[in-house]
């Protein structure tokens, strides 16, 4: 079955440290995207990708990085610089076409140790 | 910035009672989709609004679009304890990048018997 993978569902980060959030998708989709939710909130776009080698800040860029070298494939990592990382981290992946709706994943879990 | 504003942010109803859901958007638009979140999981797609005066229906639910107003619906129909979770609408500017959706806060939905 197509689909979008994340891993690990719970991951904790220590001060100082980056971690890598994976996200890889089997659905020939062009586009991905990378969420950050807050209790309460909406979903806010941290980066998204339209091509390989390719990508775009969102919002909340700030303390986070991405890298595109695979269609499939679009880790995000959690920098030392984002102070507040305690939050549900949301991939989602799509066509190139404004009929298509955003597939997500099952996410990640981020806290703080 | 894409302004999306949700209305109610929460709302808490009697089986079998009718209710609508509000998602005002602040530019131009004629691209608009709907996604259910339950608590802790991902999101999952409901409809997807291409159109003015587009109408989708699934079961109890039902949704429009008013590019004019810059509105769209979600009612509910004789509700039932299945349909509690989050509900978010997310609009596609039509200056933005090709894919990129804003999202609202989302509408938390609990139905009581």
């Known amino acids: 079955d197509g689909g979008i993978t994340q891993s690990p569902k719970y991951l904790f980060r220590k001060e100082g440290q980056n971690v890598t959030l994976s996200c890889e998708q089997n659905l020939n989709h062009d586009a991905m995207y990378w969420y950050r939710q807050d209790p309460g909130q909406g979903l806010r776009l941290i980066y998204y990708s339209q091509i390989v080698n390719d990508f775009q800040k969102g919002d909340i860029a700030e303390g986070y990085s991405v890298s595109r070298e695979k269609k499939e494939s679009f880790p995000l990592t959690v920098t030392s610089a984002q102070k507040n990382p305690t939050a549900f981290y949301l991939c989602?992946?799509?066509?190139?076409?404004?009929?298509?709706?955003?597939?997500f994943g099952d996410g990640t879990r981020l806290s703080i140790l | 910035e894409l302004k999306v504003e949700q209305n109610p942010l929460f709302l808490s109803m009697q089986e079998g009672k009718n209710y609508t859901i509000y998602c005002n958007y602040s530019t131009t638009s004629d691209r608009l989709y709907w996604y259910r979140q339950d608590p802790g999981k991902s999101l999952e797609s409901l409809f997807v609004l291409l159109s003015n005066g587009a109408v989708k229906q699934e079961g109890r639910l039902m949704a429009s679009l008013d590019t004019k107003a810059r509105l769209s619906t979600l009612h509910i129909t004789a509700a039932v304890h299945d349909l509690s979770a989050t509900y978010f609408c997310a609009v596609d500017s039509r200056g933005s990048t090709l894919g990129r959706l804003y999202f609202g806060r989302g509408t938390q939905l609990t139905v009581w018997p």
């Open positions: 989602a992946s799509s066509l190139l076409d404004r009929s298509a709706s955003q597939h």
